[in-house]
């Protein structure tokens, strides 16, 4: 009997369906890597599936209609959001941070001395402006330095820029200033914060919360073996998990996880149009299976909404040996971690964006559920990916054991 995939069922065809939206502009190997898998792996399942890819370059399930819709909604928020061009766009108020008060004569007021001083002497325009002939010998003194000082800021800029829109707008100073780091590139953090201040480059930020779960108040009782202590020493001993939902148009997408604490990966997941059971047990089946079925005795962590008390649920970690834990009803501080994670989807996903097709709604999910878990630098981590951080923990361990 051949072994058991890791790679669910869904996980395979999401794959297959994001090679497909690249329309060959990239390869095999480019979106394996983004996936952390082998590009032959891709390749066959590209291969074995039976949907032949006939839109012209568009996802299968994506109608022209939808697409137009979409890029219509995307055009919009792009006009809102780009300076001077949208509706009722006004000049930055006095006092800002971008004009101050008097600031235009400080700024070049050394520059108005070399202008002038073969007419009226450095003495007299220093007198009338009230600074020192010693200030202004300070500023020629220092050109040089000061010039490479603006070409380190712009050159700074410019790998700013790069990484914020390489991570789709959503990364703050913290993660830009880490991935800086990792990069090679040494900068102060404060100064990481400042230049993004001063150019307008802000993270994402979410301003709305709504809560989604129905809680089954006949179920039996499940303790709860968390008591918000959201930390793990090693890897497949406490995960937690919810479930979520995407506006699509008229109707919904629903996204359930599971969340290994120790390394704050996605482990598993399931996208569906419905909120059935299997929604959560297919998370759960790919958690099991992305860990080897090596997961007996590890401690789920959830809401008590109605699926995760759900006798289906409750069967399959029962024979996986998985130990259920749940929080009480209506709190949302007893499943912190799974709600701040789905907090950062939103903000850096979902915020802002009005989604019209199911079938790319769930192929930027897949995608951005991928990095996550490979490329999304984590605050919890000591900034470091869930992947990295990972592999480090097994590393120091196999190293520990072999000493």
């Not at 090679?19 to 394996?32: C, H, P, Q, W």
């Not at 032959?40 to 399942?45: D, N």
């Not at 202008?115 to 007198?127: M, Q, T, Y």
Request: charge should be positive; charged fraction near 30%; glycine fraction near 8%.
């Amino acid at each position: 009997m051949g072994r058991r995939s890791p790679y669910s069922e869904e996980f395979r065809r999401d794959a297959v369906a994001l090679f497909r939206a690249a329309a060959g502009k990239r390869t095999y190997a480019s979106v394996a890597a983004d996936l952390g898998i082998t590009a032959e792996s891709l390749r066959t399942w590209v291969r074995k599936d039976e949907a032949p890819d006939t839109s012209g370059g568009r996802d299968a399930g994506v109608s022209a209609a939808e697409e137009l819709a979409r890029l219509r909604a995307e055009n919009a928020r792009l006009l809102k959001a780009e300076p001077g061009v949208a509706p009722g766009a006004r000049d930055p108020a006095p006092g800002g941070r971008l004009f101050r008060a008097g600031g235009e004569v400080r700024s070049r007021r050394w520059d108005f001395i070399s202008e002038n001083l073969a007419d009226f002497g450095v003495k007299r325009i220093c007198r009338v402006l009230g600074v020192s002939r010693a200030g202004y010998y300070r500023h020629l003194a220092t050109a040089q330095v000061r010039a490479e000082h603006q070409a380190d800021e712009a050159r700074t800029v410019h790998e700013i820029r790069a990484i914020h829109a390489e991570h789709h707008g959503a990364y703050g100073a913290p993660r830009v200033h880490a991935e800086l780091r990792a990069r090679g590139r040494r900068v102060n953090r404060k100064r990481v914060t400042r230049l993004m201040r001063v150019n307008d480059i802000v993270g994402r930020h979410l301003r709305r919360k709504k809560r989604t779960t129905i809680a089954d108040r006949a179920a039996a009782p499940v303790p709860d073996l968390v008591m918000r202590d959201f930390t793990a020493d090693t890897l497949n001993t406490r995960w937690c998990g919810d479930i979520t939902y995407i506006a699509v148009g008229s109707t919904w997408l629903y996204l359930a996880t599971v969340i290994d604490i120790c390394s704050r990966k996605v482990v598993g997941w399931s996208i569906a149009d419905h909120m059935r059971n299997s929604l959560v047990t297919d998370a759960i089946e790919m958690a099991v299976a992305a860990r080897g079925g090596r997961v007996r005795g590890v401690v789920f962590h959830t809401d008590r909404g109605a699926q995760y008390n759900a006798a289906a649920f409750a069967d399959v970690c029962l024979r996986h040996g998985i130990r259920r834990s749940m929080g009480r009803v209506g709190s949302s501080y007893d499943n912190a971690l799974a709600e701040s994670f789905f907090q950062g989807l939103k903000r850096e996903l979902l915020h802002g964006r009005r989604w019209t097709s199911m079938a790319q709604t769930r192929l930027e999910l897949f995608r951005w559920l991928s990095y996550y878990n490979r490329r999304r630098r984590h605050s919890a981590l000591g900034y470091r990916t869930p992947d990295e951080y990972e592999r480090q923990l097994i590393t120091t361990r196999t190293l520990s054991l072999v000493a």
